[in-house]
């Protein structure tokens, strides 16, 4: 189990050092925002076109990239919205079974599902190096890409998620009072 939670660590790892990429993101996306604003209206005032479709561009990349990579990190905080009025009812080890499941039943799913039908579609955006139909335009064949990267990093999630509440329900993390699951300090665990 040992080297499991390992693994766990540092697909835990992985999210949280692109989840912290997404929010210095979220602050150049505000700043691309405010130049569009700005250039839009100071450039109707000067008579001059100041702004272009490559900053609108940057900024829905931008937004993209955020709600696509930042997925995992939030499945990795547990805040994804959850109607739980009974789950936070529940003890830890209740949580971990029904979080267990619903990875196995729904999240796998999905993210499986999600790869195969959007890998030929992100297929053939490369095979014509799909462009941008707007003037100055970007490039759409990176970001849609990023698809493939979004499901594949929510699966390795999905997975990490499976083994700390494996561990949980066997006994090699322990829970303490905050709900905060720790690695259990057993001679066995190691």
Known sequence: MSILLAL???IDALSNGVGKLMWWLTA??????????ITRYLGQYLGMQLSANVYLELQTYAFDLIFLLGAAYVLRADAHVRVDIIYSRLGARA???IDIF?????LIPF???????????VERSWAVMEQSPNPGGLARYPIKTVILVAFGMLLLQGISEII???ALLTGHRR???SGTAHAAERA???
């Open 8 to 10: 766990a660590r540092v």
């Open 188 to 190: 066995d665990a190691l």
């Open 164 to 166: 700390k509440n494996a």
């Open 102 to 106: 619903g990875t196995l039943v729904f």
């Open 95 to 97: 949580r971990a079974a």
């Open 111 to 121: 993210c499986v599902f999600g790869l195969y039908f959007c890998y030929g579609y």
């Open 175 to 177: 829970v303490d009072e």
């Open 28 to 37: 150049a996306m505000v700043l691309i925002g405010a130049y569009n604003v």
